[in-house]
């Protein structure tokens, strides 16, 4: 029997047959980054979340906004000013950038648990891409759902009687912003990894993600706070996204008094995305709960 190799003949204009020689089995032929797939499974995912606009877009952005329409009306009454601003200006950012980071932590998780659930996982594991072009097309399209939820959000504040949503830091609006939204998207893919159903990732949600948000000093300063809730709050990574993002609008912050407080704070959150970045990307790397 002839011995199989990887290469066949292939004659040349002169008629003299050459060799063509064909890789080995198993070796990759993108050596670079795969920009077509990361871009195509990235089209992917934001189409899916973008079909159901209604419940993924404007249903959170409603939601969100009915948190400025009871909190001003029930606190906002009297002249209360916060930071020397009034109520509702001074929780509208953090309920734009907590609507964000919320939904980013939504579409993350759900696409890996979905496909773990139905069957259909072997759609994003059998495509030539990389876990860092995989992990990159995910969050995102998270990202961007953030993005958009988030947009909703500040047209239709900025049109609510006494929100003021003059920005004097943009550096801060957008670094804070994007690194919140990138946070959750990374939390909600380790998650929708990790859980193996739907009420796994329901408890991620109600049980972490959910008091994280509402306990970082959304709707206060935590100054008003005990010294030892004040620690406690300090230690809550989304407390400094909340906070940093209503320093970019208001150029005051409870975060410290100094404008270089702002800045570390800016620091931590970066440093915290690229070591749960890693995380995520070794984790997706081992196959854990993914492949059998």
């Known amino acids: 029997m002839a011995e199989q190799t990887n290469s066949t003949e292939l004659p040349t204009p002169s008629g003299i047959v050459q060799p063509r020689h064909f890789p080995a089995k198993g070796e990759p032929q993108l050596h670079q980054v795969n920009w077509e797939g990361l871009k195509t499974l990235y089209m992917k995912e934001v189409r899916r979340f973008f079909k159901v606009q209604t419940q993924t877009i404007w249903a959170p952005a409603i939601t969100t906004l009915l948190f400025l329409v009871i909190f001003t009306v029930a606190l906002g009454r009297g002249g209360r000013e916060v930071l020397g601003v009034n109520f509702a200006t001074f929780i509208a950012p953090g309920l734009i950038v ?165 800045l570390h704070g800016a620091i931590g959150i970066g440093v915290a995305n690229a070591v749960l970045a890693f995380v995520t990307y070794r984790v997706l790397r081992s196959g854990w709960k993914l492949k059998g």
């Open 98 to 262: 907590m609507g964000m980071m919320n939904n980013a932590f939504a579409n993350a998780s759900f696409s890996f648990l979905a496909g773990k659930i139905q069957g259909t996982i072997i759609d994003y594991l059998m495509p030539p891409l990389t876990e860092g072009e995989l992990m990159l097309a995910m969050v995102g399209a998270a990202m961007t759902r953030a993005i958009l939820v988030g947009l909703a959000l500040a047209v239709a504040m900025a049109l609510w009687p006494g929100v003021d949503l003059s920005v004097h830091h943009p550096w801060a609006v957008l670094w804070f912003g994007l690194n919140g939204a990138a946070l959750l998207a990374l939390l909600g893919l380790l998650s929708s990894i990790w859980a193996d159903k739907f009420d796994h990732n329901a408890a991620v949600t109600n049980f972490i993600i959910q008091p994280l948000s509402l306990l970082s000093g959304t709707f206060y300063v935590i100054d008003n706070l005990a010294p030892t809730f004040q620690a406690i709050s300090r230690a809550n990574p989304f407390f400094y996204v909340i906070s940093g993002f209503r320093f970019g609008f208001l150029g005051v912050s409870d975060i410290g008094d100094t404008n270089m407080a702002v």
